[in-house]
């Protein structure tokens, strides 16, 4: 009986550390390979401008002229306004809020499925932690909405004579981004590997997923019975935030802001499990 307590018991302890390992393990090898994935991402930015006459200021020129182009189709073209201001100011700053967290999710979201593809042969000839390739898109993301950020906090100066004290709150909306980013980046690279064509089809459902989220048009004007529906979006959650510190002079929504941080850490940990369980078929595979 005593022998069966102890084995209970040591069960019991390994079922409680196991959900506690998940979340600490992916954590504890990216910092662990933080010097890496530092070297990685430099690498990147700079490899993919090397010989371009700008160079890395690409990294800021590329985001800026896609805001643009979206600028003048929905604030000049279509004339769509945010709110009782109907001026095309308010629109800009509206729309730039929200294109801030669109910009590092779907950057690396988009480049996922093929980010092990890309880096065959580090995978087959060197032993690294393979984890940290989605990480570094990840990074690189955050890199690009670091100086978008910048840039967007000089346009609201300019256009408000002040930046809000709530911007305070931004950790309170990256750090969920960046879980829920690496989750997403973490499965769709591991199942690129079986699955060739996901680049593509990844491509066609951020385009879809970037039209449903209330980025470049008001929310009111989304069909009031499917609000709650498209409120279960964690892109929604976030640009809300986003505009809710830099514009509105309030913090986020407590309530979808804690469902945001919980369904942000079990993607985390989901799809790192996954990345985790199917690592040791990539090279044989690649």
């Known amino acids: 009986m005593k022998d069966l307590a102890v084995k209970t018991e040591s069960r019991s302890v390994a079922v409680l550390r196991t959900p506690a390992r998940a979340v600490i393990y992916p954590l504890r090898t990216t910092w662990r390979n933080r010097g890496l994935i530092r070297t990685m991402v430099r690498r990147d930015i700079v490899g993919r401008y090397r010989g371009s006459f700008a160079g890395v200021f ?74 940290t390739l989605p990480v570094n898109l990840v990074v690189s993301g955050l890199v690009s909405e670091f100086f978008a950020i910048v840039l967007f906090c000089g346009f609201v100066l300019v256009a408000r004579g002040s930046v809000p004290w709530t911007v305070i709150w931004l950790p309170a909306l990256l750090v969920p981004q960046i879980l829920f980013t690496a989750g997403m980046s973490w499965f769709l690279a591991a199942l690129g590997v079986f699955l060739r064509d996901l680049g593509q089809i990844i491509g066609f459902l951020l385009t879809l997923w970037f039209f449903v989220t209330p980025i470049c048009y008001p929310e009111t004007s989304l069909p009031p019975e499917f609000q709650p529906l498209f409120a279960m979006n964690p892109i929604y959650v976030l640009v809300r935030g986003y505009r809710a510190i830099f514009l509105e002079h309030r913090p986020p929504d407590f309530g979808p802001l804690w469902k945001l941080w919980l369904v942000a850490a ?21």
């Open 266 to 286: 079990v993607v985390f940990v989901l799809g790192h499990a996954w990345f985790y369980k199917l690592r040791k078929t990539f090279a044989d595979i690649i």
């Open 58 to 131: 690409w990294t800021v020129i590329n985001p800026l002229l896609l805001m643009l182009t979206y600028f003048f189709v929905f604030g000049i073209v279509l004339r769509t306004r945010f709110g009782s201001d109907t001026s095309r100011s308010a629109f800009a700053l509206y729309f730039l809020a929200g294109m801030l967290p669109w910009l590092a999710f779907s950057e690396a979201v988009g480049r996922s499925p093929n980010v092990l593809l890309e880096h065959r042969n580090f995978i087959r000839k060197l032993v690294f932690a393979v984890e």
